[in-house]
């Protein structure tokens, strides 16, 4: 996207145990480097079932990896993994990326922040979502029910927390200027315990019954947050 070189650091997020085994060839500094690695400038990769060998250079399968040329297969191996076998889609990608968002704005973003524009970040603050929260009703911040909720939403692992940030918001990542811009409400609804939590994504908005123990809270609410795609009888 902004023509900028792939390197080591960008395929260890994507291979982090490749990324290993080529680092570790680069720091091998003995003069027997072919019949330990045995390796060409060709690559394996399975398509479609079927194993095909892909030289990364020219002539590739024929050329040995010594050390005087480790550095160079190691940069043919990254630039095949993010240009070479991905060409035809990205830049079908690109074209159409180009045509929305194209233009001398994206002069001002380094990589990282686009990805962050376009996905949202992961940097979490689960305390702003508690802190930015609005009530409505008979709810407030010292409700019985409202302490329930927050101390069963603080016991919930990472991925609980996401999923629940997808139930309410539609999206299990958060805006690029971080969890203060999710305006959480929550409002009391009719209706016994037996009854879930209902979110309305477009409002980040949470229908939630009177629970009488955070125990019934949880349950209830891990219930729903598990089973938030589609329409279903509450």
């Known amino acids: 996207m902004f023509s900028r070189s792939a390197k080591m650091e960008d395929l260890r997020e994507l291979m982090p145990e490749i990324t290993n085994n080529l680092q570790g060839m680069l720091s091998y500094m003995d003069d027997d480097m ?64 180009h045509k929305v968002c194209g233009g001398r704005v994206m002069d001002l973003f380094h990589p990282q922040e686009l990805q962050a524009m376009v996905i949202g970040n992961e940097n979490y603050d689960w305390e702003m979502l508690e802190y930015g929260c609005e009530y409505k009703g008979e709810y407030c911040e010292n409700h019985p029910t409202m302490r329930y909720f927050w101390q069963a939403f603080s016991e919930l692992v990472l991925a609980e927390k996401k999923q629940f940030l997808m139930f309410l918001t539609g999206s299990d990542r958060i805006p690029i200027l971080g969890m203060k811009m999710i305006k959480m409400t929550i409002q009391p609804v009719r209706g016994g315990e037996e009854y879930l939590p209902v979110a309305h994504t477009c409002f980040n908005l949470l229908d939630l019954p009177r629970y009488k123990t955070k125990e019934k809270l949880r349950s209830k609410l891990l219930q729903a947050i598990e089973h938030n795609q589609g329409f279903a009888l509450v």
Do not use: W
Not at 43 to 57: A, C, K, Q, Y
Not at 76 to 90: G, W
């Open 34 to 97: 072919e019949e330990t690695f045995g390796l060409t400038f060709e690559i394996t990769r399975s398509n479609f079932g079927e194993i095909e060998h892909v030289p990364l250079i020219p002539g590739g399968e024929n050329m040995h990896v010594n050390q005087e040329n480790k550095q160079e297969y190691v940069d043919a191996y990254i630039d095949f993994i993010f240009n070479q076998s991905v060409e035809n889609p990205f830049m079908a990608f690109y074209d159409g990326f």
